[in-house]
């Protein structure tokens, strides 16, 4: 079975300051980790995903996360936040050894402050 | 290029008639998978295909679901006799293949409500 959590339903941060999105995971063999977002009366995009390699992966519009395998999390970072960036993320993974579907978090609302 | 396209948008239908809820994917694109979003949750998984066959269809939540992808491209979601709990956004999204490092896009979502 594999499992997403996210700790925290909503993160405020100030415009231009360091964010963090926090997803813990559990998978029986190795993750695949996507992390999404969600705007508004949109679909999800894909922001990025880790499947083997380097710990830090970036992807679009400045984001990156850090793949920590101890830990079993996958932190979704941005240097400076936007307002643009309010939103929902949603961090989901897939089990290397069964699944093909993604299974997701329940969602963190960011909301970045001007 | 084109996204995958959901179609109707928008569906308000009353308890217990029929509906059918239509996915295009991005052309080439052989995996196609539903997901049901309830309000504040994320996706849940409902079925997905490869080519024209459901390889997977353990997310159903039971057999008034149903769902089609005859020729390997568009897919319809059959909902039969709906009921009020049906009520959620159903998302479609497609993947170059089924491979499990290939990231899904998402279309835009139907919106079902169930009155």
């Known amino acids: 079975a594999q499992s997403v959590a996210q700790p925290e339903d909503q993160v405020n941060v100030a415009e231009g300051n360091p964010l963090t999105v926090k997803c813990t995971y559990s998978?029986?063999?190795?993750?695949?980790l996507f992390w999404y977002v969600q705007y508004p009366n949109r679909g999800l995009q894909f922001l990025l995903k880790?499947?083997?390699?380097?710990?830090l992966v970036k992807g679009s519009y400045g984001f990156e996360a850090e793949f920590n395998k101890s830990q079993t999390s996958f932190h979704l970072k941005k240097p400076s936040a936007l307002v643009s960036d309010s939103a929902l993320y949603f961090c989901?993974?897939?089990?290397?050894?069964?699944?093909?579907?993604?299974?997701f978090g329940s969602g963190t609302q960011l909301t970045v402050l001007p | 290029g084109a996204g995958v396209s959901q179609t109707p948008s928008n569906k308000v239908t009353e308890k217990g008639k029929y509906v059918e809820l239509r996915c295009d994917p991005i052309?080439?694109?052989?995996?196609l998978y539903w997901y049901r979003q309830s309000l504040g949750q994320g996706p849940e998984f409902l079925i997905y295909?490869?080519?024209?066959?459901?390889?997977?269809d353990s997310g159903l939540p039971n057999d008034r679901f149903f769902a089609v992808r005859p020729e390997g491209s568009v897919s319809t979601l059959k909902i039969q006799r709906t009921e009020r709990g049906d009520s959620a956004v159903y998302l479609c999204?497609?993947?170059?293949?089924?491979?499990?490092?290939?990231?899904?896009?998402f279309g835009p979502g139907t919106r079902l409500t169930v009155l």
């Open positions: 999204a497609s993947s170059l293949t089924s491979g499990t490092y290939n990231e899904q896009f």
């Open positions: 998978v029986s063999g190795n993750p695949y």
């Open positions: 880790y499947i083997t390699g380097d710990n």
């Open positions: 989901a993974v897939r089990d290397t050894k069964s699944a093909r579907q993604l299974t």
């Open positions: 052309s080439g694109h052989t995996a």
């Open positions: 295909f490869q080519g024209t066959g459901a390889a997977d």
